[in-house]
């Protein structure tokens, strides 16, 4: 530590300290130091569930709602904001829905005894498909108004006994979710395909974050859904953490709140609906543990909420030179549309805000110092090679060009992590071995419908994890018997252990 930042310690001494575990070492303290020390998140109020995201882990929340929502708006989907709470006559509606949901609602205090009778008692969202529903019934008149795809960004809250470790499991988490309503069962199902087109343009060519598209099996389906299909990805320490899922709900919502619409022929039918939800908050998480290394966070350049941080390096003598030849650097990174912050803090040493920017994974470090100033050039260090070059002044343009192969380089990073991370597994024991080596286990299986849960159920016990499902994109055809209970095999399925 440096003299400086023992001077300003008592301001925020937490994101003073680099971090002191590996990530290869200690995934799980490297994960809880990370976001506290770049200062993600705060625990402090210490409500179960519940965290605070401070400014930085905001922005960059901010960041991955945007260019969530331009693709779903670039696929015809438009924004709508629903009320926060649900009836509870709405929220039982559906049978397997409330089955699957009753645990874990907070009800509101509503049905007090008021001047006009009880009031109907309302439950905080846990997901919103009981209030856009009733909804269609009354926006969807004919065929004409269909398809009719919304979204709303915000968030829900469920009451999860699990939830231990923050963003990855909480009580209320932020996410987009989207609603859709359909005429035919086959443009319904299209929609689901275009989900998961969307987590693969978002989440992977974004992002960076390979991920697996998993047809859940039936007993790990979403309440109310005929089928879900969810996107695995794999955590530094061989869990699988659920991103993005889509489900086809058919027309199970829509007969429960009586959704109609006119066909062509003039008939009355109903519409047949599907769900989408990005986690926000869930898939910081997966760019945090993805992309992250020992010295803090390696934020995508898209993502950054500051893609290149300008510090001078000046003396008492130089001092104003310096400040004006980086404010001139840093209005021309502007200009080349580059998230540019000048840090001009006069309270650090240059030392301390490299440390401290590297930290919070800031692409781009633009040093400007007596040298830079003289040669009219500037030092350039990149955050993940950690290489230092020297450039010309006049050529900021390249920046940007400099930021798109900044990301190519962290999504085959994160691919070529992913090599190898799959094992066929013949027997019990393979399975046993490979989950211990943090990979993924390829199986035969009996089935993922209701025959098959005997078997998952043995996994879970016996093995200590989860059949995650059969491959979403592809139909893998089984290559012997079901490896639990030797019967024939129907499917090849994914088995690891989760989130
Ligand atoms: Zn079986």
Redesign the pocket.
Known sequence: MTKQSDKDSSKNSKSKEGLTVKKSENFSEWYSQIIEKAEIVDLRLGIKGFVIIRPWGTLIIERLYDMFEKELQNKGHLPVIMPSVIPESNLKKEESHIQGFAPEVFWLETDKEGKNGKEERLALRPTSETVFTPMFALWVRSHRDLPLKLYQRGSVFRYDTKSTRPLVRGREFYWIECHDAFATKKEAEAQVQEDIDTTRKILYEKFGIPFLPIRRPSWDKFAGAEYTIGSDVLMPDGKLIQQPSTHFMGQRFSKAFDAKFTTKEGKEEYLYTTAYGPAVSRILVSVISTHGDDKGLVLPFEIAPVQAVVIPIYTVKNKSKILKYAGEIMKKLEANGVRTKLDSDENSTPGWKFHEWELKGVPFRIEIGEKELKGKKFTLFTRDTGVKTTAPLGKFGYIKKLGEAYDKRLKTRADNNMKGKTVSCKTKEDIRKILKEGKIARVN???TEK??E??AE?VEKEIGAEVRGTLADRNEKPFGK??????S?NVVVYIAKSY
């Open positions: 299986f009996c089935s025959k098959g005997k078997c043995y079901c490896i639990i209970c030797n019967t095999a």
